[in-house]
């Protein structure tokens, strides 16, 4: 394809392009994202490739290998049009089937249709199955129509042409009202107005300006910018040259954290794609705006999602924190005023632009507009990548699209906003999706990332987990964060391991609130959220670790010891054979019996014992 | 040409040079706020968080770092509320217990008002301030010291932990390190830190008039602005 | 992988200090870890102090400073993991190998190493080996998965005290 110069050339090629896809009569769309690909989606993809040329049908059949389309537990997921026909759990054995039924001849076959976990019946697409009809998928659905690496698919699909349209036509100061009046605010967790930000970046003096894209998404448990920016890396470029041309910017950045290569590899291909049609260098589409991005890659560091540390990153160095007496907007990378946003939030840019920003506001809250996608994992039914409006309850997100508990086990909290965020419960469930309300109650929206916790999980042990996150991925330089959160995760390891006092809660509060308010950065600054949450709604928990030297959840390990319930232990001498630690004894078809003194709590024996006979208490 | 702006520190109208942080003109008119990683003639980096003002702006007080934080006019700034001095002795706390061997952080602790120690006490040799690295670094330009590692395990080293043959062993990290000072009792043994409290006349001037110099080990040879 | 030399990494690249992650990352690509020689290299080459390097090699965790075993795991250790019991996978592993995370066992066979995220939290518990995914991970099935890549007739090291 050759170079477009014009706002009309881009649009005959559209136009052409969707021509050119008119003989397509059937559409296979793989899902190849992050999920699906741990689940062998490449297998099941290339299986299906070959059917269809075996069968001669490669010529009236597209088959397309998109990003995540979200319900990540039932994958891997292929869905075909005409019919809209979901399937999941597919395995390369099936393509055959897929292609001879479904494709060629239109028939559905059941057995891989979703089926309901209550009521047992089988749904024919998403539309019929709750996880999905309880959504708003607005950048999520994008993804089963573009095949990340086809610039082609992206343009058929209308795009590139609300960037067209507003370097033809639409000034940088009216991109900006249009967002503020969006109610747009940041989706990586900072919350903060992006209308404003452009606002004051635009402003500053300078000639030099650049926009960046902060791939970095380091909170462990979510995954939702790896499902945008993998499935469909345009719309985030889109999005990034709306707002570089609303700011001044001629030089952008995404930069990906080290553990997402393929998400480096297809921005690096759009990239490339791009440059050739023109839509990178200068003078694009014939207009004044000259723009280049280049695609950088993390080193392996939490703490660079922190915009100054992501800047000293791109500039080639550690990633500390500054001080931000100065905003970035004003002195950010190389010293010169910088847009950062998250990726979801750029991805939302071309259709408020597009649609207006009334159709954006009309979703949402008074002060959280438009919908978010959270990562929903955890012990939970239905896992995977989900979008709603913001303003939707909890409780729907956990139980009508997360489907509820796991294994039967009540829920008890839910985690938002990943370390930097806190622990709600049950009783919080009515509570919205909303960056203030959050926020007010102790936790956060944050990136999205929510993990649900049931009677199996130990409070006590949750927030040692992410202070021993924290003090991993903490850049060490100030005291607070360095030595503050240490020694709340020696407090807090003293009452996992039955050395706790009640003293030590009061100083754990304390000092949580010290390192809260004099942290240099805002990993330091919230690194105490999940302590104080937990202690704030679950203070039981504590005090039973520390007056009873119990953990109920069963998961602190110097607390709890692993037995066999003779009712269900039928002799069959499983765990004896599996446990390494030679703790199990017993003859066959009499109940075992575990020596807690050589027991090491590895929890093997449970794992592989199939009667359900081994309790931890 | 310096150019000069007022600002409002403790109720005291004062006249400070544009361009200077907040930290530099309270020492210049005798307002003691504690410091451990500032030093005149190096950058501030506002990492050990001692320095700790309140910025009231907008209705709203902010606390920031008086090192990194520079005078504009008009500013108002708060050095010594109950908060701020809460904060500073929880932060003391931490470095006494991390390091209570140096008389200049034990002397920082009594300062700062610090009277018990609730954390078991640890025998640090380093307490990560970064002046020997930014001497090196500014000073000298030599780079022959760095930080290196992160978060817990963050150490100040030479480059493969070999010192490199352009290090001309000037000494001016050594001088300036507050770990190099040791309690006038001599080094304590593991096991036997303690906080020292010492001088009672230190801990008189403190408890009496909050926020005095208490002549602490940060004054000479180790470039506290106010032996300057 | 077609190995690069130093010189080719380099290229297009010197005294551009803004490239040393880049560098480092391809370096680390190419030989498995960061020689000793490279970050001299890297220093000469882009214009940055020595000790600029040795920071940086030191202060990211994509960089090693040794090289990892020839079956490397990773252990994802992120939040949906961990609450799924992630924990007891990476102390089966270090029992199973007798060396912490970061270490390889003497025969060079095995490292473990943890990763705060893999990105595929909803299939967890996930271990990757060799560029695998394997999800929905258990104790045991972790145990058997490290049998399998043991070389027939290696005795297996005493389970240590976790």
Partial sequence: MSRLNSYRELEHLCKRLCEERQNITTTVMACDGPGCQASESRAVIAAIRNELSQQGLDGTVRLRATGCHGFCEQGPIVVIEPGNIFYCHVAPDDAFEIVYQTVAKGEVIERLLYTDPVSGEKARTESEIPFYSRQDQQLLSLNRLVDPCSIEDYIAAGGYSTLARVLDRVAPDEIIREIKASGLRGRGGGGFPTGRKWAECREAPGDEKYVICNADEGDPGAYMDRGVLEGNPHLVLEGMMIGAWAVGARKGYIYVRNEYPLAVTHSRIAVEQMRELGLLGDNILGTSFSFDVDIARGGGAFVCGESTALMASLEGGVGEPRPKDVHTVVDGL?????????????????????????????????????????????????????????????????????????NGNPIKAVQIGGPSGGCLPVSKFDLPVDFDVLYEIGSMVGSGGMVVMDEESCMVDVAKYFLAFLQDESCGKCVPCRLGIDRMLEIITDITEGRGTLKQLDLLEELAETVAETALCGLGKTAPNPVLSTLRYFRPEYEAHIKDKKCLAGVCKALITYSIDPEKCNGCGVCIRECVHGAITGEKKQTHVIDDGLCQKCGICQSECKFDAIRVV | MLQYVNVDIDGAIIRAIKGTSVLDTAIEYGICIPHLCHVPYLSDIGACRLCIVEHVKNGRSEITTSCTLNVEEGMVIMTNTDKIRKLRRNLAELLVAQAPNSRAIQDIAVRCGVKEVRYPFRNDDCVLCGRCVRVCTEIWKARAIGFVGRGKDRRVDYPFGVRPEFCKQCGSCIQLCPMTITPCDGPMKPGEERLCGNCESQLIIADETPGSCVWCELGEGFACGRYA | ????????????????????????????????????????????????????????????????????????????????????????????????????????????????????????????????????????MTPGKLRKLIEGLRPHGTEEIQHVKA
């Avoid at chain 1, 946003?341 to 959280?368: D, L």
């Avoid at chain 3, 200090?17 to 882009?46: F, H, S």
């Avoid at chain 3, 090699?57 to 990892?68: D, R, T």
């Fill in chain 1, 334 to 406: 190389y010293h010169k005023p910088t847009t950062l946003n998250n990726v979801e939030t750029w991805a939302n840019v071309p259709a408020i632009i597009q649609n207006g920003s009334a159709w954006f506001a009309s979703k949402g809250t008074k002060g959280s507009k438009g919908t978010k996608i959270l990562a929903l994992t955890g012990r939970i039914k239905n896992t995977g990548l989900v979008e709603v409006a913001m303003g939707t309850p909890i409780s729907t997100v956990v139980f009508d699209i997360g489907g509820g508990a796991l």
């Fill in chain 3, 1 to 136: 992988m077609m190995s690069q030399t130093l010189d080719q990494i380099l290229e297009g690249r010197r005294s551009q200090p803004n490239q040393l992650i880049e560098v480092l990352q391809d370096v680390q690509e190419n030989y498995g870890y960061i020689p000793e020689e490279a970050m001299r290299a890297a220093a000469e080459g882009l214009g940055v102090p020595l000790m600029e390097v040795y920071r940086v090699v030191s202060f990211y965790k994509a960089f090693k400073l040794q090289p990892c075993g020839k079956n490397n795991l990773i252990m994802c250790m992120g939040t949906a993991c961990h609450v799924r019991g992630a924990h007891l996978l990476l102390e089966q592993a270090v029992g199973q190998f007798g060396v912490s995370p970061g270490e390889v066992t003497p025969d060079g066979l095995f490292s473990v190493e943890h990763v705060n995220c893999l990105g595929a939290c909803a299939l967890g518990p996930i271990v990757r080996e060799n560029g695998s995914y394997h999800h929905h």
